[in-house]
C-alpha cells in the first residue's frame, strides 16, 4: 500500500549516538550547520550581521557578569537527553575544573539558555520554547528584534515555563545565580 502524503510516512528520528556517528562518519561536517532537536536533524538558520553582534554584546556582558562564578558558552551543544543536542546562541553553565571536556553540559549543568531571534523567531519561540521547557532548563531568554526586547522565561514545571515575563529597551534583567547583577535589556543590541 503506498501513501498518499509524504506526510503520512512515519519519520526516522535519531538519537544522540546515531548523530555523533554521522559526524564521525563525515556525513554531516561542520558545513551543515545543524543540531538535533527531538530526534530530528534541524538545519540552522544562516546568521546575518545583527544576530552576531548580538552574541557578542552577550558573550562580552555576560564573562564580565559572570566571571568565577559560570562558564560564557557561544553556539556549543547541550546534551538534553538522548535525542536532543541543541546548539543555543549563548548559554551560562556551572564552573567544572574540565570545562566540559569530557562530556557536553546537560539540564543539571545549565543556569542559562539565550536564543537570539532574527530569523530563527518562530523556532526559538515555539520549538525550542518547548524543548528548554521539558528539559527542565532553569531560565531561557530569546533575543527579540522585532519585539525590541528579551522574552525571559523561568522556573520551569511539567514541561511549562510558569513564569514568563517581556523585558524592554531601558530595563534590567535579574542574571541567574550572579548575585543582584542585571543584564540591561540595550546591552543585547535590540
Known amino acids: ?18 548523530y555523533h556517528a554521522m559526524a564521525d562518519a563525515g556525513i ?9 532537536i527531538k530526534g530530528r536533524i534541524v538545519p540552522m538558520m ?3 550581521p545583527w544576530h552576531c553582534s548580538s552574541v ?4 562580552e556582558k555576560l564573562g564580565e557578569a559572570y566571571r568565577k562564578l559560570g562558564i560564557v558558552n557561544s553556539g556549543n551543544p547541550l546534551g538534553l537527553g538522548d535525542n536532543c543536542e541543541p546548539q543555543p546562541d549563548v548559554s551560562v553553565l556551572r564552573i567544572r575544573d574540565d570545562y566540559y571536556a569530557h562530556a557536553h553540559p546537560t539540564q543539571e ?7 537570539v531571534a532574527d530569523t530563527s523567531r518562530a523556532f526559538d519561540l515555539g520549538t525550542k520554547h518547548d524543548l528548554y521547557a521539558e528539559q527542565g532548563i532553569p531560565e531561557f531568554w530569546v533575543v527579540d528584534r522585532k519585539m525590541a526586547g528579551i ?4 522556573k520551569p514545571r511539567d514541561g511549562v515555563f510558569t513564569e514568563t ?5 531601558g530595563e534590567e534583567i535579574p542574571l541567574p545565580d550572579c548575585g543582584e547583577t542585571t ?8
Open 165 to 169: 515575563r517581556l523585558y524592554g529597551k
Open 28 to 36: 554531516l561536517t561542520e558545513k551543515d550547520r545543524v543540531e538535533l
Open 46 to 48: 544562516p546568521l546575518g
Open 56 to 59: 557578542a554584546r552577550f558573550i
Open 1 to 18: 500500500m503506498f501513501s498518499a502524503s509524504l506526510a503520512d510516512v512515519p519519520l526516522r528520528l535519531f538519537t544522540r549516538e546515531e
Open 183 to 190: 543584564f540591561r535589556v540595550d546591552d543585547s543590541g535590540v
Open 151 to 154: 522574552h525571559v522565561l523561568r
Open 109 to 115: 549543568d545549565i543556569l542559562l539558555v539565550i536564543e
